[in-house]
């Protein structure tokens, strides 16, 4: 699952049109965040494992946060490996992260649309 859309529906108080423009403004905002820190991870090596596990584990809280099922299970699993010294893991699991946001932002921008 991309995006459990139920995550999303609850952010919605009501249905008018600030509150309509706020959750879009919020979206919108996350979804240049991920974009930025997917970008930057595919930058980063085991040399900057530090960083890395940063930017893993803040996708990864972005992601539970609003529903980005598949995001936040390639993200989380990549710091648990890294966190953990199994780098070859990680950069497995992490290969995967690029072709899923892509696809999950896909999602948000449709939900950001209705």
């Known amino acids: 699952m991309l995006l459990d859309r139920k995550r999303l529906d609850i952010l919605k108080s009501?249905?008018?049109?600030?509150?309509?423009?706020?959750?879009?403004?919020?979206?919108?905002?996350?979804?240049?965040?991920?974009?930025?820190?997917?970008?930057?991870?595919?930058?980063?090596?085991?040399?900057?494992?530090?960083?890395?596990?940063?930017?893993?584990?803040?996708?990864?809280?972005?992601?539970?946060?609003?529903?980005?099922?598949?995001?936040?299970?390639?993200?989380?699993?990549?710091e648990s490996s890294l966190k953990k010294g199994n780098i070859a893991d990680a950069l497995a699991v992490g290969s995967e992260l690029q072709s899923t946001w892509i696809d999950t932002k896909k999602e948000l921008e449709s939900y950001n649309a209705d």
Do not use: M, P, Q
């Open 14 to 78: 009501d249905e008018t049109e600030e509150e309509k423009k706020w959750l879009k403004g919020l979206i919108a905002g996350v979804i240049e965040d991920i974009n930025n820190r997917v970008h930057l991870i595919s930058k980063l090596n085991e040399e900057n494992l530090k960083e890395l596990i940063s930017e893993y584990h803040k996708v990864s809280g972005v992601a539970a946060n609003f529903g980005l099922v598949n995001l936040h299970k390639i993200a989380s699993t990549c």
